[in-house]
């Protein structure tokens, strides 16, 4: 059974760096986008940014765009989002999911893990 477990969430000041994971198993992802996601109170989730597995495309949103960087360790199954340069407009539970290239359906999601961005 394939899973995404997502790590690293917390409490970070305005303008601070945080750095979260998705560690997945259960399956060979190669041949998968892996995107992150974010849902804040009261609103629609989101999209932020997407990576191609094979090959290492990658895209984001234009509110993460230049502060945000998408990237992935092979060896350890896992992609990571390391944000920069935080803003309280951040602060979201924030996903990982999975989907084959050429679809546009994620069929695997993370359980969330929450990033809060205050003084």
């Known amino acids: 059974q394939a899973q995404l477990v997502e790590s690293g969430g917390g409490l970070v000041q305005p303008g601070e760096s945080l750095r979260i994971s998705c560690t997945a198993s259960g399956r060979a992802f190669s041949g998968y986008v892996m995107g992150w996601f974010r849902q804040a109170p009261g609103k629609e989730r989101e999209f932020v940014s997407r990576i191609v597995w094979t090959g290492g495309s990658t895209s984001y949103a234009d509110s993460v765009k230049g502060r945000f960087t998408i990237s992935r360790d092979n060896a350890k199954n896992t992609v990571y989002l390391q944000m920069n340069s935080l803003k309280p407009e951040d602060t979201a539970v924030y996903y990982c999911?999975?989907?084959?290239?050429?679809?546009?359906?994620?069929?695997?999601w993370g359980q969330g893990t929450q990033v809060t961005v205050s003084s």
């Open positions: 999911a999975a989907r084959r290239t050429g679809t546009f359906n994620y069929e695997y």
